[in-house]
């Protein structure tokens, strides 16, 4: 495949890391671009394919990449942005998408004036359909934007928006929200059990349900309120289902609360 991104460094290549750098391969990725992982089983998928160094000390002298992702946890900032501080400058990007690390932490650590984009993504950039809302910071030219928007493309939907305290909400709400959606399973596939249904065929119903309700969503043009009134016969047992998870202090008192106590996580990880 024909080299179409410029060469990276990757820090981390776990669970969201390593999704993107799948995702880069398949536009064509330059082999001189450098993964940072402390373990060797966490790349092994990539061999031959990336430069694999186990710590931001072992880089190549002299290799000067158009971007650094920061993909490690929040808590490895303070011991991996330090060592990074000698590839700061105009000319290199860092794209972060450690959850709650603000630029004005990030850039202490990296020693001050870095270029940083602060992204926000979520898992199923795993199979090329994650959502990722991202946040420019000073002193980011639009072709660094545009490289990480590419960046970013490559596992699933990109947005941005133009402030960096969304961000917050954002965690809250995309980052965090496939977990919502997989509870929802779990507890239909519970509900089920508790009436009577084998646990197999309950495990079936739930998964499939909340994942062609899914797809349903997603091909259709139609907003979700119209999708779900489509299920909902007056007097049938779908609306008699919605009038308790929709009465006020349920579902829509609870998703409120639930999302308003991850933004103030996300804040208070701001560092
Ligand atoms: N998972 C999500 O749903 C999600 C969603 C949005 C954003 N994020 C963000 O994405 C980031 C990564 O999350 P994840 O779920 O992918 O975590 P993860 O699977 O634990 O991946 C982090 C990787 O970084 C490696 N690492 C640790 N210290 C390092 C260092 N100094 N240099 C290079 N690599 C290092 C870890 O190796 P070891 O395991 O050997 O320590 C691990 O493989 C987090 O900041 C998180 O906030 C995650």
Same mark, same amino acid.
């Given at each position: 495949?024909?080299?179409?991104?410029?060469?990276?460094?990757l820090?981390?290549?776990? *669970?969201?890391?390593?999704?993107?750098?799948?995702?880069w391969?398949?536009?064509?990725?330059?082999?001189?671009?450098?993964?940072?992982?402390?373990?060797?089983?966490?790349?092994s998928?990539?061999?031959?394919?990336?430069?694999?160094?186990?710590?931001?000390?072992?880089?190549?002298?002299?290799?000067?990449?158009?971007?650094?992702i920061?993909?490690? *946890?929040?808590?490895?900032a303070?011991?991996?942005?330090?060592?990074?501080?000698?590839?700061?400058?105009?000319?290199?990007?860092f794209?972060?998408?450690?959850?709650?690390?603000?630029?004005?932490?990030?850039?202490?650590?990296?020693?001050?004036? $870095?270029?940083?984009? =602060?992204?926000?993504?979520?898992?199923?950039?795993? /199979?090329r359909?994650?959502? !990722?809302?991202?946040?420019?910071?000073?002193?980011?030219?639009?072709?660094?934007?545009?490289?990480?928007?590419?960046?970013?493309?490559? /596992?699933?939907?990109?947005?941005?928006?133009?402030?960096?305290?969304?961000?917050?909400?954002?965690?809250?709400?995309?980052?965090?929200g496939?977990?919502?959606?997989?509870?929802?399973?779990?507890?239909?596939?519970?509900?089920? /059990?508790?009436?009577?249904?084998?646990?197999?065929?309950?495990?079936?119903?739930?998964?499939? !349900?909340?994942?062609?309700?899914?797809?349903?969503?997603? $091909?259709?043009t139609?907003? $979700?309120?119209?999708? =779900?009134?489509?299920? !909902?016969?007056?007097?049938?047992?779908t609306?008699?289902?919605?009038?308790?998870?929709?009465?006020k202090?349920?579902?829509?008192?609870?998703?409120?609360?639930? /999302?308003?106590?991850?933004?103030?996580?996300?804040?208070?990880?701001?560092?």
């Open positions: 495949m024909s080299t179409t991104l410029p060469p990276l460094i820090i981390g290549c776990g *669970k969201m890391g390593g999704a993107m750098l799948a995702g391969l398949e536009l064509g990725l330059p082999a001189e671009t450098v993964v940072v992982e402390p373990s060797a089983a966490a790349v998928a990539f061999a031959g394919r990336i430069r694999h160094v186990t710590s931001i000390a072992a880089i190549p002298t002299g290799f000067a990449p158009a971007a650094i920061l993909a490690t *946890k929040p808590q490895e303070p011991n991996a942005l330090p060592a990074l501080a000698h590839l700061s400058g105009p000319r290199t990007v794209l972060s998408i450690m959850a709650g690390r603000s630029i004005a932490s990030m850039n202490v650590m990296l020693g001050g004036d $870095a270029r940083i984009i =602060r992204a926000m993504p979520n898992t199923p950039a795993a /199979i359909l994650g959502f !990722t809302v991202a946040f420019p910071g000073h002193g980011v030219t639009e072709v660094q934007r545009e490289l990480c928007d590419r960046l970013l493309s490559a /596992i699933g939907e990109a947005a941005w928006v133009d402030q960096e305290s969304l961000i917050d909400p954002v965690t809250a709400v995309s980052g965090g496939p977990a919502y959606v997989f509870l929802l399973a779990e507890l239909m596939e519970q509900a089920a /059990i508790s009436q009577g249904l084998p646990p197999e065929l309950a495990r079936r119903m739930a998964r499939a !349900t909340v994942g062609g309700s899914d797809a349903l969503l997603s $091909a259709s139609d907003d $979700a309120a119209m999708l =779900r009134r489509n299920v !909902t016969s007056p007097s049938g047992t609306e008699r289902a919605l009038a308790v998870l929709m009465r202090e349920a579902w829509p008192a609870l998703m409120e609360e639930a /999302i308003e106590a991850a933004t103030a996580r996300s804040r208070e990880l701001a560092g």
